[in-house]
């Protein structure tokens, strides 16, 4: 049976964080996602985790490409091996945490048939723009930072829970790896914005069902050095790990074989 999502999730030395994020989705989801698993020749306890996971389709990469660029190899080849008529691109580091969440994000799709795609955004990409127009922008922006809006933005795109039509991506025939920038602006900015209906999430909205710890990819492989950034992490990787429903999903090696 072809699903309705394929989830594709790139990781590279996350073994805490992916085992998270598999088990949440297989508790979380209603929809039975084909869920993609993409390793970048981590060689820790992580990729040994993955081979003895059921019902998930992992990919091994090995060839040699560090940071961004293997994130973006890693994504297009779990476009190759997905069939599901949508396509999430997830990070190893985000933790869905509501029953049903798949299903509220395909439900937009079907409140908004033309739709390619949804994700949320995040600062601004001009960072010089004058006072007035940051605040007009704040008002304009205010009412979808709880819900969604389809205006056309100039903020960066976030990729951490992008979802994409397949069939649209594919006839784009847009390739991730060789981009320039972060892979779901390079992706909205040139084929996107202005041209189709896409929806950009309010953070409080996706907040909801999705807990994204951030740059835990980056710390793993060491592009991190900035202590502020570190601190930060650490503080919100302890603050996830502290949930009642985090501390059941890490020993509910059941999941593992579902």
């Known amino acids: 049976m072809t699903p309705i999502l394929s989830i594709i999730i790139p990781q590279y030395k996350t073994p805490e964080l992916i085992r998270l994020c598999i088990r949440a989705v297989k ?22 985790y993955l081979r003895q996971v059921k019902n998930i389709t992992l990919i091994e990469n090995k060839r040699k490409c560090n940071g961004a660029d293997a994130h973006k190899l890693a994504l297009d080849l779990g476009v190759k091996k997905a069939r599901g008529q949508w396509i999430l691109f997830f990070h190893s580091d985000s933790i869905v945490l509501k029953k049903g969440w798949d299903e509220d994000l395909i439900d937009l799709s079907k409140k908004y048939p033309n739709m390619v795609g949804a994700t949320t955004i ?34 960066k795109i976030m990729s951490y829970c992008f979802l994409i039509e397949r069939e649209f991506l594919l006839k784009t025939k847009y390739q991730f790896y060789g981009s320039h920038g972060d ?38 492989a060491g592009l991190m050095n900035d202590e502020k950034s570190k601190q930060k992490f650490i503080k919100k990787r302890n603050q996830l790990l502290s949930s009642d429903i985090i501390s059941n999903l890490l020993q509910n090696k059941a999941l593992d074989n579902r």
Do not use: C
């Open 183 to 220: 892979v779901g602006d390079s992706l909205y900015q040139i084929h996107i914005k202005n041209k189709k209906p896409f929806i950009l999430l309010g953070r409080n909205m996706l907040n909801r069902f999705i807990w994204h710890t951030s740059n835990a990819t980056s710390l793993a």
């Open 122 to 155: 995040y600062r601004d990409i001009n960072p010089f723009a004058p006072w007035y127009t940051k605040l007009l922008r704040y008002f304009k922006e205010r009412s979808s930072f709880f819900n969604y809006t389809f205006d056309a933005t100039n903020k």
């Open 27 to 48: 508790q979380f989801s209603v929809l039975n996602p084909e869920i993609i698993v993409i390793d970048n020749n981590s060689g820790d306890d992580s990729i040994d």
